[in-house]
């Protein structure tokens, strides 16, 4: 019963470096998202994906790029790392679009850019 | 643009105690609410949802109620235990995105 898989749990980058979080989920669901969570400004989405093919900027795009790969995975990728990026980071996925949808988190990514 | 204010806090109670968490929103058309709860060291769990004025979501001894009047969704438990230590969010979407509010933490103590 894996639901949102993302990896790595734990990274520690030098500024510039770059790296990649991988996710997938075994739902089959058809929107998924990536959301950095900081303290006292809860999550805030960064890229979405509403179906395959079709990626979207949320509210902290810059510094980020995605690949919705096919339907199960969906990468975040760090061209060159910046300390402000430290953050939890958690990738979601939801079955349809629209109001009243759940959407199912993973366990979060830890990421320190020094 | 979709917003949403929730209660600061730390928040600390004792066990048995009370528990609310204030939580209102702004929002064009008709969203629907959700709290989200996070244990330490997790990831965020759906706990109740409603999606259209006066619903009442409830789950493991929570409720919250959609209040369109208020634009209100709080949350409420009325004995809190050890293990409802967490962060909880309050969370609004009108489309397929969610917008969270900043979190409270809850302490309970034995």
């Known amino acids: 019963n894996a639901g949102v898989t993302q990896t790595p749990k734990f990274q520690v980058l030098k500024t510039g470096q770059s790296m990649t979080l991988q996710c997938a989920q075994d739902m089959n669901h058809n929107s998924m998202y990536w959301y950095r969570q900081d303290p006292g400004m809860g999550l805030r989405l960064i890229y979405y994906s509403a179906s395959e093919g079709t990626t979207d900027k949320g509210e902290v795009p810059n510094g980020y790029n995605v690949s919705r790969l096919n339907k199960r995975e969906f990468s975040l990728r760090l061209e060159s790392a910046a300390p402000s990026q430290t953050s939890v980071y958690f990738c979601a996925s939801s079955d349809r679009q629209g109001p009243g949808n759940t959407i199912y988190f993973g366990e979060g990514s830890w990421l320190t850019v020094v | ?110």
């Not at chain 2, 999606?51 to 919250?64: I, Q, Y």
């Open chain 2, 1 to 110: 643009g979709n917003s949403v204010t929730q209660m600061e806090g730390p928040v600390t109670l004792s066990e048995e105690a009370f528990l609310t968490i204030n939580c209102t929103y702004t929002a064009t058309g008709y969203p629907s609410l959700f709290w989200y709860v996070q244990y330490p060291g997790e990831g965020l769990q759906l706990l109740l949802k409603a999606t259209k004025a006066d619903d009442k979501g409830s789950n493991k001894g929570f409720e919250a109620t959609y209040r369109k009047e208020t634009t209100s969704f709080h949350l409420e438990k009325g004995s809190v235990q050890v293990s409802d230590s967490a962060v909880y969010f309050c969370a609004l979407s009108d489309d397929y995105k969610l917008s969270f509010g900043a979190g409270t933490t809850v302490t309970v103590r034995a």
